[in-house]
């Protein structure tokens, strides 16, 4: 169990820029969850996977905002035209299928600064 | 409108002290509630949870008080150490996958 790994783990860019972040899950889990987590606030729940199907995005996710999950592997999020608004931290967890009350686990998260 | 509801925002204790973080919720379909513990720079950590069937919960230091009619559950940390110091996040579950997170306790243990 290597935990749960996010790439970059900081990541600047300029405001109008593309940026994508990858993760890679627990190997054996199969429920991969986004969130973003901004100073001084609890992790707030952006989209989540069930294998390689996206069951589920928050209305915080803006057209701007892509998630895939290709062959229920590592996953990626993508934030287009970046806004200053889109500064946090992007958490991603995952956690096992075969049990109600499997926890998340989470990986140490990727900060983006848009400027 | 916040699911979870967690208070205080912030707390200092002694070493040795015991720091009681609390939690409040409404949706009575939630059916699991983790804490989690969060360094600077990491992410969140599970620390310890608890079912709504059962009222108390240890793990080392670490205990979950819950009251299920009360809708509110609280983390007492005994013996409170430096170490400790951290933001601890109450969560609660409904849906299988639906995870809904406190603001957070920014708790601060002084030697």
Redesign the interface.
């Known amino acids: 169990d290597t935990g749960v790994s996010q790439d970059p783990r900081h990541k600047i860019t300029k405001r109008g820029q593309n940026v994508t972040f990858r993760c890679d899950p627990i190997s054996e889990h199969n429920r991969l969850y986004w969130y973003r987590q901004t100073l001084g606030q609890g992790p707030e729940f952006l989209t989540y996977f069930q294998n390689e199907a996206q069951l589920e995005k928050s209305r915080l996710l803006s057209d701007r905002f892509s998630a895939e999950r290709p062959k229920g592997s590592f996953s990626t999020l993508e934030i287009q035209r970046t806004e200053q608004g889109d500064s946090a931290m992007y958490l991603c967890a995952s956690s096992a299928l075969w049990t109600d009350n499997s926890p998340l686990h989470f990986g140490n998260g990727t900060r983006l600064t848009v400027t | 409108q916040q699911q979870?509801k967690?208070s205080p925002q912030s707390l200092i204790v002694q070493k040795g002290g015991i720091p009681i973080i609390n939690c409040a919720y409404e949706n009575t379909a939630f059916?699991?509630f983790?804490w989690?513990q969060q360094f600077p720079?990491?992410?969140?950590?599970?620390l310890i949870?608890i079912?709504p069937d059962v009222s108390e919960k240890k793990e080392g230091r670490f205990t979950i008080s819950f009251n299920k009619s009360a809708k509110q559950f609280s983390l007492h940390i005994m013996d409170s150490q430096p170490g400790d110091s951290a933001t601890y996040?109450c969560?609660a579950?409904y849906n299988?996958?639906?995870?809904?997170?406190?603001?957070?306790t920014k708790l601060n243990v002084k030697p």
């Open positions: 979870v967690q059916d699991y983790p989690y720079g990491k992410g969140p950590a599970l949870a079912r996040f969560a579950k299988f996958n639906k995870f809904y997170f406190g603001s957070g």
